[in-house]
């Protein structure tokens, strides 16, 4: 059974770090791009990150380039997101994703809320 387990959400400050993670499980991880989607409150999805498998090609959305870093441990089965620099536009539900034999395969996410 695929498993995708985020974590490492919460509250911060503006201006502040977070570190998200997410443990795979269910599938070959390392075959995978992966990638990292958020969900902000009354809005749709907005794809935040991608990574391919090798963990050398990374692409980042508009928004989030020079203050968000996507890594993969494939030794651990994990995903990992660096979120630098947060603003309170960044508040949202983080989502990892692996897109499987034509299917989308998603975590429970981890809900992100920058505020003062």
């Known amino acids: 059974e695929v498993q995708l387990v985020e974590s490492g959400g919460g509250l911060v400050q503006p201006g502040g770090s977070l570190t998200l993670s997410c443990a795979a499980s269910?599938?070959?991880?390392?075959?995978?791009?992966m990638r990292w989607v958020r969900q902000a409150p009354g809005k749709g999805f907005e794809w935040v990150s991608s990574?391919?498998?090798?963990?050398?090609?990374?692409r980042y959305a508009d928004s989030v380039k020079g203050r968000f870093t996507i890594s993969r441990d494939n030794k651990k089965n994990t995903l990992y997101l660096q979120m630098n620099t947060l603003k309170p536009e960044d508040t949202a539900v983080y989502y990892c994703?692996?897109?499987?034999?034509?299917?989308?395969?998603w975590g429970q996410g981890t809900q992100v809320t920058v505020s003062s």
């Open positions: 994703a692996a897109d499987l034999n034509g299917k989308r395969y």
């Open positions: 269910g599938f070959t991880f390392s075959s995978y791009i």
């Open positions: 990574i391919n498998q090798r963990n050398d090609q990374t």
